[in-house]
């Protein structure tokens, strides 16, 4: 069957990655490629300009998949913007092969979040790249869903002041106050990390509380990029590398299950796991067509919401009109009786 959409042949390619050759492989080969090429051997041609590093090359030959990424790229992200963040990734991602490479720009781009280390990350483990969201990720897809006013996540250290009730009523029942005056040897190291949210309707979400000891559980039953970063020995995964923001990271996973979830934040959560498994994430980012529909749909939930709604009826307005006045009682004989004005 032919693979007639991008989709399609990145999926088909990325599933080939062994056999595929890396970016920077393609950008130093110098053979004849014809006319009718796949998605890896795409970059062979891009090799055959003059000047420019691996890095610069390979951002030209992603940027005549422009039109996928125009569409992909929600309007509120600005497509300059999105490829700087691009240049300055691609010299670390240069071993990748060119399909996963595609592959992990487009999942990212479709969830509107820029690869800036902050929002989100283009990772490479082997031959092939990878997008991870990033806490600051998750926190913008729950500020999208139009539900969540804002999201607190931190980290208390040793010697901070802190307190945990979850009996009290909140926002009583927890409370952090930072000990910011002292020097990082005085204020220890990190005991917690935590996550939550005030809701658009003034309401606030559970807290969501981690110690370490939950963190390194969660990492080593789920993150099977850290089980292959063990079992090579290369201790190269984010939980080796950037323990604490990963933990925070979890604390954050875990609280998109108590707050209002927009099917874009699913799908990203989905997309992660797949990603952490080794497995293409593209097919659960929504496509622009699908992201449209899921779009509207919301919009018809929240004016059927607000249509439920009980109103209120205005109270009557004594004199001044006919709908003003109140009607006459009447006696026992039936007769109507007004009162006189005082």
């Known amino acids: 069957m032919a693979l007639t959409t991008l989709k399609d042949r990145v999926r088909a390619a990325t599933n080939q990655d062994a056999e595929q050759p890396t970016v920077e492989a393609a950008v130093t080969r110098a053979a004849d490629i014809p006319q009718q090429q796949s998605v890896p051997d795409e970059l062979h041609t891009s ?8 890095a ?18 929600p309007a509120h992200i600005d497509a300059a913007a999105f490829f700087a963040a691009v240049r ?12 996963s490479l595609l592959q992990a720009l487009l999942t990212c781009a479709r969830f509107g979040l820029v690869p800036d280390g902050r929002h989100a990350v283009i990772r490479r483990e082997g031959k092939t790249a990878t997008f991870v969201p990033m806490a600051q990720g998750y926190v913008e897809l729950m500020y999208r869903s139009g539900r969540v006013g804002s999201v607190h996540v931190g980290m208390i250290y040793e010697g901070d002041e802190w307190s945990y009730e979850p009996t009290a009523p909140a926002p009583l ?4 106050k930072p000990a910011l005056l002292k020097s990082k040897a005085e204020r220890g190291a990190p005991i917690l990390a935590y996550a939550f949210a005030w809701m658009a309707s003034g309401a606030r979400s559970q807290v969501v509380i981690l110690t370490r000891e939950d963190a390194e559980e969660i990492r080593d039953e789920y993150s099977q990029a850290y089980q292959r970063a063990q079992e090579s020995g290369k201790h190269d995964s984010f939980w080796h590398t950037d323990f604490n923001r990963m933990w925070e990271k979890s604390a954050l996973r875990r609280l998109h299950k108590r707050v209002p979830m927009s099917a874009e934040l699913v799908a990203m ?16 980012a929504p496509d622009p067509e699908t992201a449209g529909l899921v779009e509207e ?4 939930h929240r004016a059927a919401e607000a249509s439920q709604e009980p109103r209120v009826r205005p109270l009557p307005v004594k004199g001044g009109g006919r709908r003003g006045r109140s009607k006459p009682k009447k006696n026992r004989g039936g007769r109507a009786v007004r009162r006189r004005a005082a």
């Open 88 to 99: 300055a990734a691609l010299p670390g991602l240069v071993r990748c092969t060119p399909a």
């Open 269 to 284: 959560v989905q997309a992660d796991e797949a990603g952490d498994a080794g497995q293409v994430q593209v097919v659960h």
């Open 173 to 176: 029942d927890f409370t952090h």
């Open 297 to 300: 749909a919301v919009r018809a």
């Open 47 to 54: 090799a055959k300009a003059d000047g420019g590093d691996v």
């Open 56 to 73: 610069d090359i390979a951002l030209g030959w992603l940027e005549r998949y422009g039109e996928e990424f125009t569409k992909a790229l």
